[in-house]
């Protein structure tokens, strides 16, 4: 089957001034349905390379490849469309917008797919049944718990069901407990949804045994990846 993300020999070299190399030669593979941790230092490389499997950023040199299709000979116009249809992302800090209700918050998941504001609603609400909040809809954000705001995100990211969900830190924010239930809450979208991807970024050791497969990054380098047999 065709893999959900592919990366061919990706290096990313911020420009002048800083010129760091973040990433150097990087091989990846990552198969549709597959949970995945990437772990590793500060600085190590993992938000660079977590933007770029989510064609945020685009890598100085390599390919990447996303269901398959070359990115690199894409507009950002185009590369805005493959992440509209095919990637949901989640971030440490929720990003919510805290002048929306929640249902309001999770429709804007689906902006960009042309569906009537009704439609768009009506999904948000289905989203937000499948995360546990239904009963908070007509809430704001900051009349939220932390995990909650994050399980609204979530709700936000997976609303159009993309095939990969990427997710940097997406428990960082919060204590164990709350952790806990965003990794449960993860791993149960991907065995409901159709062979969803997931792929986080954590610093947490058990958040990071929870998924299948466990990638460290060294200096711009993958150094363990438990999903490549010998
Ligand atoms: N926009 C940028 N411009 C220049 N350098 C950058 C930029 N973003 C990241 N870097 C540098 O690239 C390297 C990798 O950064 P990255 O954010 O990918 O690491 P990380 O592993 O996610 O770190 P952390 O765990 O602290 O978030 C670092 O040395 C960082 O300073």
Redesign the pocket.
């Known amino acids: 089957m065709t893999p959900a993300l592919e990366l061919q020999q990706v290096s990313k070299t ?1 420009p002048p001034p ?1 010129t ?1 190399t ?1 990433l150097s030669d990087v091989d990846l593979v990552v198969r549709r349905g597959e949970t995945v941790a990437i772990t ?10 977590l933007s770029i499997l989510g064609t945020l950023e685009r890598p100085s040199a390599g390919t990447v490849r996303i269901a398959g299709t070359d990115t690199s000979t894409m507009s950002d116009p185009q590369l805005s469309g493959v992440r509209a249809w095919h990637i949901g992302f989640v971030f440490q800090q929720f990003f919510l917008l805290d002048h929306l209700s929640v249902l309001e918050n999770v429709a804007t998941g689906l902006m960009y797919r042309g569906l009537p504001a009704g439609e768009r609603r009506r999904r948000a609400a289905e989203a937000l049944d499948r995360v546990g909040l239904a009963d908070r809809m007509r809430h704001r954000p900051t009349q939220l718990s932390g995990g909650e705001r994050q399980r609204v995100a979530i709700a936000r990211a997976v609303v159009g069901r993309p095939a990969v969900l990427l997710a940097d830190e997406p428990t960082g924010n919060l204590d164990t407990a709350n952790g806990r239930e965003i990794v449960r809450l993860l791993a149960t979208l991907r065995d409901t949804d159709e062979d969803t991807t997931v792929v986080l ?1 954590t ?1 947490n050791g058990a958040v990071a045994e929870a998924m299948e497969r466990q990638i460290r ?1 060294q200096d ?1 380098r993958i150094v363990d990846d438990t999903g490549v047999t010998a």
Do not use: D, E, F, N
Not at 40 to 49: D, E, N, P, V
């Open positions: 911020y800083t760091v973040a590793g230092a500060s600085g190590a490389g993992k938000s660079t390379l970024i610093h990054l711009g």
